[in-house]
């Protein structure tokens, strides 16, 4: 999910007119720089990334409000990661098929439809309750991994490296990274595979990536409980 956030701020900050519809601090801060320089088309970009991912938030919170016990929240889990797939396909084909960004009647759409799936998957990832791990923003993944390390140095024991679990921050971190540089790498240079498969091209990244998710979501339930051998820990 973290690569997909990845993916998609670096399609939305490059195609869609300099607006991050993942990162909202980063919206928020181009949303004062456009305020402060008079720039009204671009702030409107910016409210639409807004408005769209408080969109995806509040769908994504009904649907685990409607589903209170565990194994419905679960298939909650699940629907909002189909809803964001869909959403996601919806945006590479919009792209793809249509005029996509160059068209100013389909930009707001491709950053609205962003948003919207970009916000959902914000409450999924704050549902699954990893401290730290958030996958569209990282700040304060950042600072749970320096204040986690600065905690493991003082206190090498067991109760140190618990309290100061870094693993699953650090690995959210460079997942989001390591989505970014690959956009940013196709975008440049890209290759015989989107060469040839323009279907299966940047704005469709995302997509395969939350798809991926949703597979080792569904390869999991397919176990059931009682072949599960352990959970995961807190961190690694």
Same mark, same amino acid.
């Given at each position: 999910?973290?690569? /997909?956030?990845?993916?998609?701020?670096?399609?939305?900050?490059?195609?869609?007119?300099?607006?991050?519809?993942?990162?909202?601090?980063?919206?928020?801060?181009l &949303? %004062?720089?456009?305020?402060?320089?008079?720039? &009204?088309?671009?702030?409107? !970009?910016?409210?639409?990334?807004?408005?769209?991912?408080?969109?995806? &938030?509040?769908? *994504?919170?009904?649907?685990?409000?409607?589903?209170?016990?565990?194994?419905a929240?679960?298939?909650?889990?699940?629907?909002?990661?189909?809803?964001?797939?869909?959403?996601?396909? =919806?945006?590479? /084909?919009?792209?793809?098929?249509?005029?996509?960004?160059?068209?100013?009647?389909?930009?707001?759409?491709?950053?609205?439809?962003?948003? @919207?799936?970009? *916000?959902?998957?914000? @409450?999924?990832?704050?549902?699954?309750?990893?401290?730290?791990v958030?996958?569209?923003?990282? #700040? +304060?993944?950042? #600072?749970?991994?320096?204040?986690?390390?600065? %905690?493991?140095? =003082?206190?090498?024991?067991?109760?140190? !490296?618990?309290?100061?679990?870094?693993?699953?921050?650090?690995?959210?971190?460079?997942?989001?990274?390591?989505? =970014?540089?690959? #956009?940013?790498?196709?975008?440049?240079?890209?290759?015989?595979?989107?060469?040839? =498969?323009?279907?299966? %091209?940047?704005?469709?990244?995302?997509?395969?990536?939350? /798809?991926?998710?949703?597979?080792?979501? &569904?390869?999991? /339930?397919?176990?059931?409980? +009682?072949r599960?051998? !352990?959970e995961?820990?807190?961190?690694?």
């Open positions: 999910m973290s690569a /997909a956030s990845g993916c998609m701020d670096i399609l939305s900050y490059r195609q869609l007119g300099e607006v991050f519809t993942s990162a909202m601090t980063g919206n928020a801060a &949303l %004062g720089l456009d305020i402060g320089q008079g720039n &009204l088309l671009a702030t409107s !970009r910016n409210l639409a990334a807004f408005a769209g991912f408080v969109i995806g &938030l509040a769908l *994504g919170a009904a649907l685990l409000r409607l589903c209170r016990a565990a194994a929240r679960s298939r909650a889990m699940t629907l909002i990661l189909l809803a964001e797939e869909a959403l996601l396909v =919806a945006f590479a /084909a919009l792209w793809h098929f249509g005029a996509g960004p160059s068209s100013d009647r389909l930009l707001y759409g491709l950053i609205g439809i962003s948003a @919207v799936a970009m *916000g959902m998957q914000s @409450v999924a990832a704050h549902h699954i309750g990893f401290p730290g958030t996958t569209t923003y990282f #700040t +304060g993944t950042l #600072t749970k991994i320096v204040v986690g390390a600065i %905690g493991r140095l =003082a206190s090498p024991s067991a109760e140190g !490296r618990t309290a100061g679990g870094i693993g699953w921050p650090v690995s959210a971190l460079l997942a989001y990274v390591t989505g =970014a540089a690959l #956009t940013g790498l196709l975008e440049s240079r890209p290759g015989p595979i989107l060469a040839a =498969a323009p279907a299966l %091209g940047l704005p469709a990244l995302p997509a395969i990536l939350i /798809a991926i998710v949703l597979l080792i979501g &569904l390869a999991e /339930a397919a176990l059931g409980p +009682g599960r051998t !352990r995961l820990p807190p961190g690694p």
